[in-house]
């Protein structure tokens, strides 16, 4: 009930790609879902967040989508360049203060 | 956003040594600090959650004795890595709430190697 599935684990995209990560839940008392990018040997850094009242979030090119039926949220990343390689977490808490939950993670390549 | 510094950002030690690692928050308050480990290609594991002036609660599994957790001000935590083994060699990143919205930034990490 705490696990928070992310797929794919890895995805290679070409510059100029929408590359989407999905993640799904199980614990219906989540209520905060962050999105974070980390590059190697650095910390996590919040990309993006959404909470459940809302389908859909946008910043800039990276994009939420949220299925609270399905109980499931994704990343779309518009316009892929060579310098979103990352790795992107999903995460999940139940709330805004509490401990988060994290994905498995993936590792995303974007060629030029 | 907020800064969350984190040092050293590297350390090797010797097999029984004992390793601090320091977690600050730079530019905020932050009543709750949570320290992950992290290894090679893996998620982000929660290890304990930190609260300025109570003791720490740690996840299930994770030695309290082994990793001990300070949180003495609203703007510094520690972990203290006693005895090291060189399975203790991960990567240690911290994590600090802002105290009145609850967004939580991240340091940059500390590697750790125990030889």
């Known amino acids: 009930q705490q696990q928070v599935k992310q797929s794919p684990q890895s995805l290679i995209v070409q510059k100029g790609g929408i590359p989407i990560i999905n993640c799904a839940y199980e614990?219906?008392?989540?209520?905060?879902f962050p999105w974070y990018q980390q590059f190697p040997g650095k910390g996590p850094a919040l990309l993006i967040a959404?909470?459940?009242?809302?389908s859909e979030k946008k910043e800039g090119r990276f994009t939420i989508s949220f299925n609270k039926s399905a109980k499931q949220f994704s990343l779309h990343i518009m316009d892929s360049q060579p310098g979103d390689s990352a790795t992107y977490f999903c995460?999940?808490?139940?709330?805004?203060?509490?401990?988060?939950?994290f994905g498995t993670g993936t590792r995303l390549q974007v060629f030029p | 956003g907020a800064v969350v510094s984190q040092h050293p950002s590297r350390v090797i030690c010797k097999s029984g040594t004992s390793v601090k690692i320091e977690c600050r928050s730079l530019?905020?308050?932050?009543?709750?600090m949570f320290w992950y480990r992290q290894f090679p290609k893996k998620s982000l594991m929660l290890m304990a959650t930190?609260?300025?002036?109570?003791?720490?609660?740690?996840e299930q599994g994770v030695e309290k004795d082994k990793f001990l957790i300070n949180h003495a001000s609203l703007t510094l935590s520690t972990l203290t890595v006693t005895s090291a083994h060189p399975e203790d060699s991960s990567f240690y990143i911290c994590?600090?709430?802002?105290?009145?919205?609850?967004?939580?930034?991240f340091g940059e990490g500390s590697r750790l190697t125990v030889l």
């Open positions: 994590s600090a709430s802002i105290s009145h919205t609850g967004e939580l930034f």
């Open positions: 614990n219906t008392a989540f209520d905060y």
């Open positions: 959404i909470r459940p009242d809302v």
């Open positions: 995460a999940a808490s139940r709330a805004l203060t509490d401990k988060l939950i």
């Open positions: 530019d905020f308050q932050a009543t709750t």
């Open positions: 930190s609260n300025e002036g109570s003791k720490a609660t740690y």
